[in-house]
């Protein structure tokens, strides 16, 4: 058995952990109510170095996977391997392809990845000329990383410019219209293998309506995939920006997760994030056979060249998250939580709980996942939503069209 210490405590990790968890022995940090029956739960800051150097000696890790960027960005892996522990997660200078969309575009532009035509801004009057020369709708980008919060589009110049005002620097850049995909790919430094394309709800109500959030559901694979499309990603996208990565002397090890848009004029990246997504990775991994311990300490040791194809199973998963009242603003914190037994077929994810004595209660914006499998996308949906059903809890709200593709 592997020993794995997984880092973060939402529902990305929940579904790390239960895809770990059948061949290692699993330690978390701090870990949620739904992983404390997968491992060991620590109570440790995983954005600590140090804590978390001494955590993975105390637990004698084999490899150390680290779920959420705030980690990442501060330098977490670093500290490990300096330590000398396998790690799953890129250094904080490679980190920095999700923590500073400007260094983002620098990537991209160097190892010719298409992307928005972008302008970096520093003040209002570069912000004002930014959005006239790109017209509505305006997408306006904090440079820094924000919780899912950083990105406002809207056709309205005057909340445009609101937004750039609070974020010091902000990336201004053309619209990208067209249905979204999210790949990602596992990566040694030189290395990458994709794991099955996926679709994420960024808006908060149905219809694509209402705010953008840290993601209301996902579905996999896509049914509507044009042939070749992972293949044209890994090519156009991933390959390209591991060797650009490699050439500035910062091999990127870890999830590159590729946001793109599939534009009238081709693909282009929306936003590169540097771990797995929440929610799509509840999806992605309930398909996944190959066990997820070989592949990601594969990467971490630099052998994923030697690692045998992932292999997955038929069929489609859909993931729908019940998010409490006022998410994205405040979220209701606190209300109870009654949950169905999970099945073989649609089964809980936990993402912002905590227990009251023997009590589940809400202490998150997005506070459940509800995972669905089927053989194919409308059977997966039918699963998720009538588990979701199951679930007593009153303050929470979902959207009604995850799985829809669109
Ligand atoms: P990001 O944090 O960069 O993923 O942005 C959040 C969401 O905002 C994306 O998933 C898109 O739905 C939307 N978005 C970001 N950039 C653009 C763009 N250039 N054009 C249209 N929508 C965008
Ligand atoms: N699902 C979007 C994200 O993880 O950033």
């Known amino acids: 058995m592997t020993t794995v210490l997984l880092l973060g405590s939402g529902g990305r990790e929940h579904a790390l952990g239960r895809a770990l968890a059948p061949d290692s022995t699993l330690h978390v940090a701090p870990g949620n109510p739904g992983l404390a029956g997968l491992g060991t739960c620590h109570d440790v800051d995983a954005s600590d170095p140090d804590a978390v150097v001494t955590l993975a000696h105390e637990v004698a890790a ?63 009057d570069e912000a004002e000329a930014a959005l006239d020369e790109f017209g509505a709708p305006h997408v306006v980008k904090n440079d820094g990383l924000a919780a899912g919060k950083g990105v406002v589009v809207t056709s309205d110049r005057a909340a445009a410019l609101a937004h750039a005002k609070t974020c010091g620097t902000v990336v201004i850049e053309e619209y990208l219209d067209g249905p979204e995909v999210s790949l990602f790919a596992i990566c040694d430094g030189v290395t990458a293998v994709p794991l099955l394309p996926a679709q994420d709800f960024k808006r908060a109500g149905d219809g694509d309506t209402g705010p953008n959030t840290g993601g209301m559901g996902a579905y996999c694979p896509l049914p509507w995939a044009p042939e070749g499309l992972v293949d044209q990603i890994m090519a156009e996208v991933i390959q390209p920006t591991l060797a650009e990565m490699r050439r500035r002397g910062t091999p990127f090890v870890g999830l590159l997760y590729a946001g793109l848009a599939l534009t009238g004029r081709g693909l282009r990246v929306v936003e590169f994030n540097v771990r797995f997504g929440d929610p799509e990775t509840q999806a992605v991994l309930a398909l996944l056979e190959t066990p997820l311990v070989d592949v990601l300490a594969a990467a971490a040791r630099g052998e994923l060249a030697t690692l045998p194809p992932l292999s997955w199973r038929d069929g489609a998963a859909v993931v729908v998250v019940e998010a409490a009242e006022g998410y994205p603003g405040t979220p209701t914190a606190g209300g109870t939580i009654a949950l169905p037994a999970d099945t073989e077929q649609a089964w809980t994810v936990h993402a912002g709980t905590r227990m009251e004595g023997e009590q589940f209660v809400a202490s998150g914006g997005r506070v459940l996942g509800i995972v669905g499998l089927g053989e194919d996308l409308e059977a997966a949906r039918t699963q998720a939503y009538a588990h979701l059903a199951q679930v007593d809890y009153a303050d929470g709200f979902h959207r009604s069209d995850i799985g829809v593709p669109h």
């Open 62 to 124: 084999d490899l150390v996977v680290i779920g959420p960027e705030a980690p990442l960005v501060a330098g977490v892996a670093d500290a490990l391997r300096e330590a000398g522990f396998p790690c799953f997660g890129p250094s904080a200078e490679a980190a920095r392809l999700e923590g500073s969309k400007a260094f983002a575009k620098q990537v991209m532009e160097a190892a010719g990845v298409p992307t928005a035509t972008a302008r970096v801004c520093t003040t209002a």
